[in-house]
C-alpha cells in the first residue's frame, strides 16, 4: 500500500527551526517527485517546495526563499523540509505529495498535482 506520513512538526517560536519528514512506503521514491504544501486556516492550499525525482532540481515558494531547504534520502525513503527563520505567517499545516513526474513539472498550480498525499503535519509558529 503506497503511503506517505509527515512528521516533525510543533509549536515553536519565531525565528526558530523546525525539520519536517515525509516518510513514504509501499512504492520506489526514486520515481517520484515530492512536493510540499501548506495550508493555514481560512486560506488556499499552497506549494512550499519541490523535489525533482533524482533530486537534481528544487524550487520554492518566494515566501520561503532562503529559508526553508527540501532534500531526499532515497535509501531511507524520506523527504525533508528544514524550515529555519520561522515567521507567524508559516503556521500551517504542512503536508507532502508525490507524483510520478520528473522535474517538478505543473508544481504546485497544476490542478490535481499528486498522487498520492500523507495527512499532514501541525506547524505553529507562536511567543
Known amino acids: 500500500q503506497l503511503q506517505l506520513a509527515e512528521s516533525g512538526g510543533g509549536l515553536v517560536q519565531p525565528g526558530g527551526s523546525l525539520r519536517l519528514s515525509c516518510a513514504v512506503s509501499g512504492f520506489t521514491l526514486d520515481n517520484y517527485a515530492i512536493g510540499w504544501f501548506r495550508q493555514a486556516p481560512g486560506k488556499e492550499r499552497e506549494g512550499v517546495s519541490c523535489i525533482s525525482r533524482r533530486g537534481v532540481l528544487t524550487n520554492y515558494a518566494d515566501s520561503v526563499k532562503g529559508r526553508f531547504t527540501i532534500s531526499r534520502d532515497s535509501a531511507k525513503k524520506m523527504v525533508y523540509l528544514q524550515m529555519n527563520k520561522l515567521k507567524a505567517e508559516d503556521t500551517a499545516v504542512y503536508s507532502c505529495?508525490?507524483?510520478?513526474?520528473?522535474?517538478?513539472?505543473?508544481?504546485?498550480?497544476?490542478?490535481?498535482?499528486?498522487?498520492?498525499w500523507g495527512q499532514g503535519t501541525q506547524v505553529t509558529v507562536s511567543s
Open positions: 505529495a508525490a507524483e510520478r513526474n520528473d522535474y517538478c513539472s505543473g508544481y504546485p498550480l497544476r490542478v490535481g498535482w499528486g498522487d498520492y
